[in-house]
C-alpha cells in the first residue's frame, strides 16, 4: 500500500512539472517578438501606403494611370525624370494640369515617395521579357541597319546622336520600336542645314552654333565645321530627325525587336540615367 502510494504521488509530481513547463513555454512563444519582416517587403512599405492615400486615387494603386491622370510608371516622360526633377514636381505640383503640390507632406515623406517611384519604374522595365535576340541586334546597331554611324553604344559608335548606352533603362521595347521606325514618336527634332559656298563646296549636318556672322555645323562623322556667312552662297535650314525615316521598310519586326533586346540588355551593365535626358534619336 505504501508503496503504491510513493508511485501515485510520484506520478502526479511528474504530470504537474511537465504541465508547468509546458505552459512556461507557451508563455514564451507568445511574448517571443516576431521574426522582422525581409528587408525588401519592408523597404516601401511605408512610402507604398503614402501613395496609396495620397496618389492611387488619380494614378491608380500600381501608378499606370485612370481617366483622372496618367500613367507615370512606363511612360517614358515620367521614366526620364530625374528624381531630383520627380521631387520638385511632387512638391510643387504642375499648374494648370489638375497635379497639387504635396509639400505638406515633407521632404522625408516625397523622398521615399520617390524612391518608390523609381523602384517601380525599374521593376516594370527589368521585368519585361526581351522580345529578340541581343547578340543579332548588337550585330545589326553596329551594321546594317547603321545606328553606330551617329550613336554610341557601350563605348562604341558615333556621337553626332545622344548615347544609348542606358537607353533601355527608361523605355520599353514598344517605345524603342516607336522610335525607330515612326518620325512622330521622336521626342526631338534639331535644326539641321545644308550650307553650300560660294566656291560650290557643300556641307550638311546639324546646327550646333549660329550668329550673324558665322555658322557652325555638326556633320555626321562627328566633324564641326565652322563656316563664315559671307562665304556662303545658300543655307537651306529644315527642322526634323537625322534619322533615316524609312526604317519601317528596311528593317523586318524580328529585327526591330533584336535591336530593341540589344539596347534593352544593356541597361544591366549601364550606369542609371536618373538624371540624364536623352533624345530618342
Known amino acids: 500500500m505504501k508503496f503504491q502510494l510513493i508511485v501515485n504521488k510520484s506520478a502526479l509530481w511528474i504530470a504537474g512539472l511537465l504541465i508547468f513547463f509546458a505552459r512556461l513555454h507557451a508563455s514564451s512563444q507568445e511574448h517571443a517578438p516576431s521574426s522582422p519582416p525581409p528587408a525588401h517587403s519592408s523597404r516601401h512599405s511605408g512610402a507604398q ?23 507615370i510608371i512606363t511612360n517614358p516622360q515620367a521614366q526620364k525624370l530625374s528624381p531630383s526633377g520627380m521631387f520638385r514636381l511632387i512638391s510643387s505640383g504642375l499648374p494648370g494640369t489638375g497635379m497639387p503640390g504635396f509639400q505638406r507632406l515633407g521632404k522625408p515623406a516625397i523622398t521615399s515617395l520617390v524612391a518608390y517611384l523609381k523602384n517601380l519604374q525599374g521593376k516594370k522595365l ?6 529578340g535576340d541581343p547578340q543579332r541586334g548588337e550585330m545589326l546597331f553596329f551594321g546594317s541597319a547603321q545606328c553606330s554611324a551617329c550613336h554610341m553604344a557601350a563605348g562604341r559608335g558615333g ?40 566656291s560650290g563646296d ?29 562665304d556662303l552662297k545658300t543655307i ?13 521598310l528596311r528593317l523586318s519586326e524580328a529585327q526591330l525587336n533584336d535591336i530593341a533586346s540589344y539596347l534593352l540588355n544593356l541597361r544591366k ?13
Open 202 to 230: 557643300q556641307y550638311q549636318g546639324i546646327i550646333r552654333n549660329e550668329d550673324n556672322f558665322s555658322l557652325q555645323l555638326q556633320s555626321t562623322d562627328g566633324v564641326f565645321h565652322f563656316l563664315l556667312k559671307a
Open 236 to 248: 537651306d535650314r529644315a527642322r526634323g530627325s537625322m534619322m533615316p525615316s524609312d526604317y519601317a
Open 126 to 131: 527589368s521585368g519585361a521579357p526581351l522580345p
Open 159 to 198: 556621337f553626332i546622336a545622344p548615347d544609348l548606352s542606358a537607353y533601355g533603362q527608361a523605355h520599353t521595347a514598344e517605345r524603342i520600336r516607336s522610335a525607330i521606325t515612326d518620325t512622330a514618336q521622336r521626342d526631338s527634332a534639331k535644326t539641321m542645314a545644308t550650307a553650300i559656298t560660294a
Open 269 to 281: 551593365s549601364s550606369t542609371p540615367t536618373a538624371t540624364q535626358h536623352q533624345d530618342d534619336e
Open 49 to 71: 501606403q503614402l501613395f496609396a492615400t495620397t496618389c492611387a486615387a488619380c494614378h491608380g494603386l500600381d501608378g499606370m494611370g485612370s481617366e483622372r491622370a496618367p500613367d
